[in-house]
């Protein structure tokens, strides 16, 4: 998993909290992704940056606020969040495709993220 | 729009016996079908792609799948599982004319569980 890292692993904190998720991918690529993975439910795409520009906003909430710095690292900064936001945030990785050429995403551990 | 259906909650097999996870998708075109593993307290990993082409699809520790356009299925199969096969599986769907769009729609996964 050297591939794709996330930090921290876990996270709990309050409604009021600020915090951010970092992710950072080791494999050359230039897409980068955020999702949510809550329990009994299928994976949520929210967001999407193809060199550094965003390019895909899947209705999320504005107490979500994703940074893409350089094509190599992803942030997803967090506040005010509410207890239903509780889940395990998973960054991914791909080449960005060209043509007809399709590329399959890499994906970090995660970050269990807890609200209280 | 894109959706993929896991009918199977879990799957319990034998060690030894042949395993079979299933997934039907719905799309406007031709799907890119996917299949991917998630371990306990690690991220996706990916097994293999459909595209075009064959419709047998070969990936990786001997799983394997088939594409079936008149039954809108993507079925992942393995000859013989192995205890270490137990995980979280996610099918998901693409649908590439969705131009510009890089969301993948996941199943909601299917628990393997191989009994020793």
């Known amino acids: 998993e050297t591939g794709v890292t996330q930090t921290p692993r876990h996270l709990v904190m309050g409604m009021t909290n600020k915090k951010s998720l970092k992710c950072e991918q080791h494999l050359g690529h230039n897409a980068m992704y955020w999702y949510k993975q809550s329990a009994k439910k299928p994976l949520e795409l929210m967001f999407v940056?193809?060199?550094?520009?965003?390019?895909e906003n899947n209705s999320v909430p504005s107490r979500f606020s994703p940074e893409c710095p350089n094509s190599s690292h992803l942030f997803l900064h967090l506040h005010t969040l509410q207890p239903e936001d509780s889940a395990l945030y998973l960054c991914?990785?791909?080449?960005?495709?060209?043509?007809?050429?399709?590329?399959?995403?890499?994906f970090g551990p995660g970050t269990r993220l807890t609200v209280t | 729009a894109q959706s993929v259906a896991q009918p199977e909650d879990q799957v319990n097999v034998a060690e030894g016996n042949p395993l079979t996870v299933k997934c039907t998708y719905s799309v406007s075109g031709n799907p890119y079908l996917f299949w991917y593993v998630q371990y306990p307290n690690r991220g996706l990993q990916f097994l293999l792609k459909?595209?075009?082409?064959?419709?047998l699809v070969k990936g990786s520790y001997g799983f394997e799948a088939e594409f079936n356009k008149s039954q809108t299925s993507f079925h992942l199969k393995k000859p013989s599982a192995l205890v270490s096969d137990s995980a979280l599986y996610f099918c998901a769907v693409r649908d590439p004319t969705g131009a510009g769009s890089y969301q993948l729609t996941f199943g909601k996964g299917t628990k393997l569980s191989v009994i020793p």
């Open positions: 991914a990785s791909s080449q960005v495709e060209t043509g007809e050429r399709l590329y399959e995403q890499y």
């Open positions: 940056y193809n060199f550094k520009e965003q390019t």
């Open positions: 459909y595209i075009t082409g064959d419709n």
